[in-house]
């Protein structure tokens, strides 16, 4: 069974920083693109970042120049640098991966952390 578990959330000034980890676990072949969503009280879920296994990124406009993904593929983890953090990055942050396993043949599937709240406020 495959795990994605996320920490490194918490309260912050505006203009702070804070790093998030997210970290699987389990019986899988290879993990593809790793990213991070998040969700705002009474809005949708919505793409922040994403790093593919070659290290190719992408980043929602409103957080370029801010925010920095990165993973380490030994550890199998994924990180979001939050630089110069504002009131409007507010929300629980979800950390996806688009994983391959073996069955009986290969096969993709996506998984998601169970999310960890970033509150932006002073």
């Known amino acids: 069974q495959v795990q994605l578990v996320e920490s490194g959330g918490g309260l912050v000034q505006p203009g702070g920083s804070l790093r998030l980890s997210c970290a699987a676990s389990?019986?899988?072949?290879?993990?593809?693109?790793m990213g991070w969503y998040r969700q705002a009280p009474g809005k949708q879920r919505e793409f922040v970042a994403a790093?593919?296994?070659?290290?190719?990124?992408n980043y929602t406009d409103s957080v370029k120049g801010r925010f920095t993904i990165s993973r380490d593929n030994a550890k199998n983890t994924v990180y979001l640098q939050m630089n110069a953090l504002k009131p409007e990055d507010t929300a629980v942050y979800f950390c996806?991966?688009?994983?391959?396993?073996?069955?009986?043949?290969?096969?993709?599937?996506?998984?998601w952390g169970q999310g960890t709240q970033v509150t932006v406020s002073s």
């Open positions: 996806n991966a688009d994983m391959t396993l073996a069955g009986i043949r290969y096969y993709r599937e996506d998984y």
């Open positions: 790093i593919t296994s070659g290290g190719t990124t």
């Open positions: 389990g019986k899988f072949f290879s993990i593809n693109a």
